[in-house]
């Protein structure tokens, strides 16, 4: 069955860096775009970036834009997010999901890995 | 870019049919068949509902239900049971610089 599993969440200053990474399996991984989304506690969905199936194309919201950078390795069947600059604003839940056309819908999403920013 | 709005809240009694509306702009909702819906439980994973407006994946219930008319997109779930009660949020591709968007989220009660 399709998994997704994310990890490398943490407690991170203001303006330091986190990698996130997402570990997929079930699934032919290097054949769908995959996507970050991010939720607040409490508050609702944010859709962060995605990536297409063979990483030529990326995509972010403006509020992430510049900050962060999604990758992947078809090789390791990994998806990977590199924050930069993080804002208390970016404390989130985050969660990668699989893409089920070229950019959505999000037919398979993986728990999430909490990220607070504070110092 | 704005999220799609949707209401924050909407009820009904078991049996009912409740309609949850997603309003967008011709740029998202009104000028692509790409709309999505979500349902979530607290603590817990969206699940897909509802894509490309219409369609159920595998598995889903037919109580469940999209549409489109213009900028608006809706969910519709029929015949309520109290297992609906959770959060549900749309959303949509868009032509703007950020190319998918998602509703603020609507929480259902079910009375």
């Known amino acids: 069955q399709v998994q997704l599993v994310e990890s490398g969440g943490g407690v991170v200053q203001p303006g330091r860096s986190l990698r996130l990474s997402c570990a997929a399996s079930?699934?032919?991984?290097?054949?769908?775009?995959i996507h970050w989304v991010r939720q607040t506690p409490g508050k609702g969905l944010e859709w962060v970036a995605v990536?297409?199936?063979?990483?030529?194309?990326?995509y972010y919201a403006d509020s992430v834009k510049g900050r962060f950078t999604i990758s992947r390795d078809n090789s390791k069947n990994m998806l990977y997010l590199q924050m930069n600059s993080l804002r208390p604003e970016d404390t989130a839940v985050y969660y990668c999901a699989k893409g089920l056309g070229p950019m959505i819908p999000l037919d398979y999403w993986g728990q999430g890995t909490l990220v607070t920013v504070s110092s | 870019q704005s999220a799609l709005t949707q209401p924050a809240s909407v009820s009904g009694s078991p049996g009912q049919s409740i309609t949850i509306s997603c309003t967008g702009t011709s740029s998202d909702v009104g000028g692509y068949n790409y709309v999505s819906w979500y349902q979530q439980y607290p603590g817990k994973v969206p699940k897909l509902l509802i894509y490309d407006v219409t369609n159920r994946p595998s598995g889903v219930s037919n109580r469940f239900s999209g549409s489109k008319s213009g900028n608006t997109a809706s969910l519709t779930i029929s015949g309520l049971q109290a297992e609906d009660e959770a959060d549900y949020y749309c959303s949509s591709y868009t032509s703007s610089s950020t190319p998918v968007l998602f509703g603020g989220g609507t929480k259902l009660t079910v009375l």
């Open positions: 990536i297409s199936y063979d990483a030529r194309n990326t």
């Open positions: 079930g699934f032919t991984f290097s054949n769908y775009g």
